[in-house]
């Protein structure tokens, strides 16, 4: 059984410029969170998709979209790339009923996809 | 809100020497706690967690943690350190509530390990 796979593993891009980044989730996962984690920090949360809506987002300008898929894969989507957006992008895949309503559920992360600004 | 502070960005210990990794949070709620461990050029892995049932959690690799609600602490230990626990570390606090959950994390400890 796969886990959680990232494309592309690495991306250059320029300022300005529109990037997408993509994730499969591991198999009977039907939630997909993304974070980006800048060179020396944490994690940050971006947003969470499920059933093919945008239900969680965190502190991130609008620049920063996404799609779910009706196969549970997902996309992220940064236009007019800033050099400051360089950083790993993570998608972390789980089931969103797991725990149960408001109980944490176990997130599985993939490698990451390292994206530099130029 | 719910945030985790981790004391230590860098932490290096000799090989067979005892683990110590800090961490504390603030919430206002009892919290769902997690320590995660990142090795070089992957993602994460979920080394244990904390969700009420027990004070003491035991997790992958031989490390465990104990929840200190009048210290408001969930350090990381691990006995014996071995050449291959090289790695980030980070702590993380569940946000609990329905309609807003997610994972927030500290800023990692480097663990290195002394041979």
């Known amino acids: 059984d796969a886990g959680v796979t990232q494309s592309p593993t690495h991306l250059i891009k320029t300022r300005g410029q529109q990037v997408t980044l993509r994730c499969s989730p591991k198999s009977g996962h039907d939630?997909?969170?993304?974070?980006q984690q800048a060179l020396g920090q944490g994690p940050q949360f971006i947003f969470q998709y499920y059933e093919e809506e945008e239900?969680?987002?965190g502190n991130f300008p609008d620049r920063f979209s996404g799609h779910q898929f009706p196969n549970y894969s997902s996309e992220l989507n940064v236009n007019a790339l800033l050099?400051?957006?360089?950083?790993?992008?993570?998608?972390?895949?789980?089931?969103?009923l797991a725990g149960g309503l408001g109980t944490p559920y176990e997130q599985y992360f993939g490698p990451g996809t390292r994206l530099t600004v130029t | 809100a719910q945030s985790v502070t981790q004391l230590g960005s860098h932490v290096s210990v000799s090989e067979g020497a005892l683990v110590l990794l800090r961490c504390n949070y603030s919430s206002s709620v009892p919290p769902y706690l997690f320590w995660y461990?990142?090795?070089?050029?992957?993602?994460?892995?979920?080394?244990?967690?904390?969700?009420?049932?027990?004070?003491?959690?035991?997790?992958?690799?031989?490390?465990?943690?104990?929840?200190?609600?009048?210290?408001t602490s969930f350090h990381l230990t691990k006995p014996s350190a071995h050449m291959s626990d090289a790695a980030e570390y980070f702590c993380?606090?569940?946000?609990?509530?329905?309609?807003?959950?997610?994972?927030t994390f500290g800023t990692g400890t480097r663990l290195t390990i002394i041979p």
């Open chain 1, 31 to 35: 939630t997909v969170s993304w974070y």
């Open chain 2, 92 to 103: 993380a606090v569940w946000w609990s509530g329905f309609g807003n959950e997610k994972l």
């Open chain 2, 37 to 71: 461990v990142q090795y070089p050029n992957q993602g994460l892995q979920l080394l244990l967690k904390y969700t009420s049932a027990a004070t003491l959690v035991k997790g992958i690799n031989g490390f465990e943690a104990e929840f200190k609600k009048s210290e």
């Open chain 1, 55 to 57: 239900r969680q987002r």
């Open chain 1, 83 to 96: 050099l400051g957006d360089s950083a790993l992008y993570l998608c972390a895949s789980s089931y969103r």
